[in-house]
């Protein structure tokens, strides 16, 4: 069976970011999954195997940035020649993806949210209003896949590792890493990969009036989004803004509390799975796309969905 490359991108504690496990579940369609690791991999080969790694590549921890990480790739794809390459469509997949496209001379999909066991790719584009399938017609399929596109499925290996190293130009080198701080974090999932978001808009009306957000949001696990408008009004940071100018989530629950669904918030959140809304206008767009809809007041509705909620979990 053919081997498909899949590009490990690690959290910020050093584990696996949840993504990559879901590129080991779709590579497992278009062929056997290789993955390829930086820095140390003793603490991940395991579940990389769990997810269906048939071997573990490992380079080293590039003191650099994402400039080595595609020269071992692209070496790994001169040498291995695997049938497919998959990539997160992160902030350091993307770049990864776009250096390795240019070093290959080979086509590039990048968002994609599904990929069929051809190499197709699915998109949503213009702002969630259309659906697109592509190819790759240079090369081989190079596709970055935007985080919760697929819910991971374990399949079981026992995967060989094996040490890669690849000759890295000048050019590879001129941006250093000098320093690392680490972000300061509550206890809630990262945006992009919470698999619950609850967003609140202009409607939750202030900064103290997101408590109640966050609420619903720390009883469900979930991370917590916000509309421009809310963050523009300093009703929330702006690191939380879901959007076209924002972050792009796609998780299996989204909560949009006092969002009226402009289609720039929409093109941050459509593709979710399932979207809930809770809004006192009913004409309001976002109804347009909620699987699920109460027309109301969210000082009335939130309060008693918070009560529910916490009756069911006991
Ligand atoms: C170039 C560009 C990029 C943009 N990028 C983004 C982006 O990334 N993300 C983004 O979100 N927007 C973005 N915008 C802004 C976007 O056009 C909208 O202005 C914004 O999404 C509106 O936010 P909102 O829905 O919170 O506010 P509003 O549109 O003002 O809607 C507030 C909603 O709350 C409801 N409401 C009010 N009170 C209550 C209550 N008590 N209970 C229940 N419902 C209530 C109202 O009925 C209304 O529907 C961008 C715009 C431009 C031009």
Redesign the pocket.
Known sequence: MAEVLVVIEASATGGLKKVSLELLTLARELGEPSAVVFGPADGVVEKLGEYGAQKVYQADEPEFLVAPKAAVVASLVRDRQPAAVLLPATQEGKEIAGRLAVKLDNGLLIDAVGVAADGTATQVVFAGSTIVKSKVTKGIPLIAVRPNSVSPEPAPATPAVEPVTAELSDSDKLARVTDRVAEQKGSRPELTEASIVVSG???V?SAENFKLVEEVADLLGAAVGA????TDSGFYPHQF??????KTVSPQLYMA?????????R??MQTSKTIVA????AE?P?FELADFGVV????KIVPQAIEEIRKRKG
């Open positions: 808009g202009r409607g009306g509309s421009r408008a809310a803004q879901v959007g076209q100018t924002g509390l006092g969002i009226s669904g402009a289609i720039q918030h093109a941050g809770v809004n006192k206008d309001a976002i109301g007041d969210l000082f």
